[in-house]
């Protein structure tokens, strides 16, 4: 059974930093690209960052220098480290992993598919006040 568990997500002033934890189970994980994704009321899904199976990252443009993204394939484990928040990154948390890095890169820097992608977690709410 695959499982992603997403942690580490909270309250904290604009300008604040966070870091958000994914544990990956149930999957050669190392094969799989994996993502973070957020979803803030009244707007839709998007994509926030990605690394593939080679190591290699991607950055929606809202996040770039910012955020980093990152894995530990010894512990199963996906990072996010967010800096300089804003109110603007308030939404819950999520990470996704897919066999195919085509899907989740592309859902990073062109907006999500249409159709349903991936194993996903259950989220971690991030709150970023002013």
């Known amino acids: 059974q695959v499982r992603l568990v997403e942690s580490g997500g909270g309250s904290v002033q604009a300008g604040g930093s966070l870091s958000l934890s994914c544990v990956v189970s149930?999957?050669?994980?190392?094969?799989?690209?994996i993502g973070w994704f957020r979803h803030a009321p009244l707007k839709e899904r998007e994509g926030v960052a990605a690394i593939d199976s080679d190591g290699s990252t991607t950055y929606a443009d809202s996040v770039k220098g910012r955020f980093t993204i990152s894995k530990d394939n010894a512990k199963n484990t996906l990072y996010l480290q967010m800096n300089s928040l804003k109110p603007e990154d308030t939404a819950m948390y999520y990470c996704a992993a897919d066999p195919l890095s085509s899907i989740i890169v592309r859902a990073v820097v062109a907006g999500m598919p249409k159709g349903p992608f991936g194993y996903w977690g259950q989220g971690t709410q991030v709150t970023v006040s002013s």
């Open positions: 149930g999957l050669t994980y190392s094969d799989y690209c």
